[in-house]
């Protein structure tokens, strides 16, 4: 059973935009949900965050200034100047931290895929 399901993924050429949205799947959203990606062969990387109850955000280092997080009663990510390093899959969970770092605590949806060509 998933959390949330996420969509708005495609192709783009680098320097464009998508917007990615995240809905809950059968329960509510946690306190501080965000995005995370994965490119083949890595691991889950943490793009951003949000604190559902106060709107504040917190972002990685390699989409600060590019991307933006928001929420309604989804969650949204737009991803502006897109560079091929974006290319992963994006999904959406429930944020925690362990040792500092921001992780994925809830379950891993399909998630939604991103290409970025250059």
């Known amino acids: 059973q998933v959390d949330a399901v996420e969509s708005g993924g495609g192709m783009v050429q680098a320097g464009g935009s998508l917007r990615l949205s995240c809905v809950p799947a059968g329960r509510p959203f946690s306190t501080v949900m965000g995005w995370f990606r994965q490119a083949p062969g890595k691991d889950h990387e943490f793009v951003a965050a949000i604190w559902w109850r106060t709107g504040h955000t917190a972002y990685g280092e390699s989409v600060k200034g590019r991307f933006t997080i928001s929420r309604d009663d989804a969650m949204y990510l737009q991803m502006n100047a897109l560079e091929p390093e974006d290319t992963a899959v994006y999904y959406c969970?429930?944020?925690?931290?362990?040792?500092?770092?921001?992780?994925?605590?809830?379950?891993w949806g399909q998630g939604t895929q991103v290409t970025v060509s250059s």
């Open positions: 969970n429930t944020v925690g931290v362990v040792g500092g770092a921001y992780v994925g605590f809830g379950s």
